[in-house]
């Protein structure tokens, strides 16, 4: 069983914070990672994807990877209330054949 | 360009009954997916195929059949529908390199 791993929350941040998701995951041959934004009836939407060690900028959103902590994270700078909303973690190995997703962490921007 | 097209929306069961949730894509994606999502929780891959005429198992294949006859479709059959198969079920497709694209979703619910 491939294991990813996420605080369900909520997490609670005032508009203009930054929020901060984590994820860890199991399986170390894991090579590629994604972050999921999933409002409320409706079906996943992509974020962000890295696939090295680092941090990954895009816009307000910032991914971290930490391979050998196995860890990823998502930081979303200037928080909006449109940026609430469920946030899953993804992994996958090299091929793309399978998605493994996390349960999920709820972010809630209050005004 | 309709990306991946998921059919119904909604669907009611009566326990033992069974059904076929229909999956199309128009990107020539190789890679296709069935997951389901329960209330509260992240996806669980049912089913996935790396091309027409080869499927394979994901974490929760119980209860579920799949056939890729296509490039393009992927239908999900659910044999003697139980309640503990109601559920959100999302079709996805992608590519060696590239991340899931998801339909908008069946709902469905077993009585």
């Known amino acids: 069983q491939k294991e990813v791993e996420q605080n369900s929350g909520p997490l609670s941040v005032p508009e203009g914070a930054i929020a901060s998701l984590n994820c860890t995951y199991s399986?170390?041959?894991?090579?590629?990672f994604f972050w999921y934004r999933q409002y409320s009836g409706k079906s996943p939407e992509l974020i962000m994807f890295?696939?090295?060690?680092g941090d990954k900028e895009d816009g307000r959103f910032t991914a971290q990877l930490n391979k050998a902590s196995q860890y990823v994270s998502l930081l979303i700078r200037d928080s909006q209330p449109s940026d609430s909303a469920t946030y899953l973690c993804?992994?996958?190995?090299?091929?793309?054949?399978?998605?493994?997703f996390g349960s999920g962490t709820k972010l809630n921007v209050k005004p | 360009n309709a990306g991946v097209t998921q059919t119904p929306k909604f669907r009611i069961l009566k326990i033992g009954q069974s059904m076929t949730l229909q999956c199309t894509q128009d990107?020539?994606?190789?890679?296709m997916y069935w997951y389901r999502q329960d209330p509260g929780m992240g996806l669980k891959l049912i089913y996935y195929s790396v091309g027409a005429g080869i499927t394979d198992k994901g974490e929760v294949p119980n209860g579920y059949n799949v056939s890729r006859s296509t490039t393009e479709d992927f239908p999900l059959r659910l044999e003697l529908a139980a309640p503990s198969q109601t559920s959100v079920y999302f079709c996805a497709s992608s590519t060696i390199s590239s991340p899931l694209h998801f339909g908008n979703g069946t709902r469905l619910t077993v009585t």
């Open positions: 990107m020539n994606h190789n890679y």
């Open positions: 993804a992994v996958a190995p090299s091929n793309f054949n399978k998605f493994y």
């Open positions: 399986d170390r041959g894991s090579q590629s």
């Open positions: 890295i696939y090295s060690n």
